[in-house]
């Protein structure tokens, strides 16, 4: 392995604190994953998601119709500006659910996609991994995550995190860029 990206990857490590790093599950193994390993790297990362997607109920009617009002309609009339009452509605148990449960399908359908396109084409698997890559570092997606545990909305742990999301799943999606999307642009991806 590649020294100075050992270093690098403590370095970050000990930046973000040893409990972030340590709950992170990055492996320090910066060598590229085989096709098989990336297929158990995605279906590990399914299975934490589909957990996630099972506690986050979906809106009912009503709930979508006070969203409406209180923040797309709010910002609407206020000529595309957020205001108080918009700011306020951010701040929502109803906000968070509506930020949480789609995103989260989308990262689920991203990683349904990785084993298939494993089997036919190295780039339209990298391309999705780098989407997911993407879909993890989404800080608006952790915080409604945050504001949801914090609310007792859904249970502490993710996957093999139970705090700090943002920075653990951060972590994830750079060893994730370092051992599988760089290796595949220079051509050394088994």
Known sequence: ???????????IAASLGSYVFAQSGA?????????????????????????LDRQVPQL????????????????????????????????????????????????LETLARIPEA????????VALWASLINQLIDY???QAVTSLVERKAIQAKIGNVQSYYFQNYTLQAQNLLSR???????????
Do not use: C
């Open 1 to 11: 392995m590649n020294t100075v990206l050992r270093i690098l990857l403590l370095l």
């Open 27 to 51: 492996n320090l193994d910066l060598s590229p994953p085989t096709v098989e390993n990336r297929r158990a790297i995605a279906q590990d990362l399914a299975q934490s998601f589909r957990e």
């Open 60 to 107: 009912s009617p009503s709930q979508r119709a006070w969203l409406k009002a209180e923040y797309d309609d709010e910002i609407a009339r206020a000529g595309n500006r957020y205001t108080k009452r918009a700011i306020a509605a951010m701040d929502s148990l109803e906000y968070q659910l509506h930020v949480v449960k789609p995103r989260t399908a989308e990262i």
């Open 118 to 125: 494993s089997r036919k084409s190295k780039s339209v698997e």
């Open 140 to 142: 608006q997606y952790w």
């Open 180 to 190: 599988i999307v760089i290796p595949h642009l220079q051509e050394r991806l088994p």
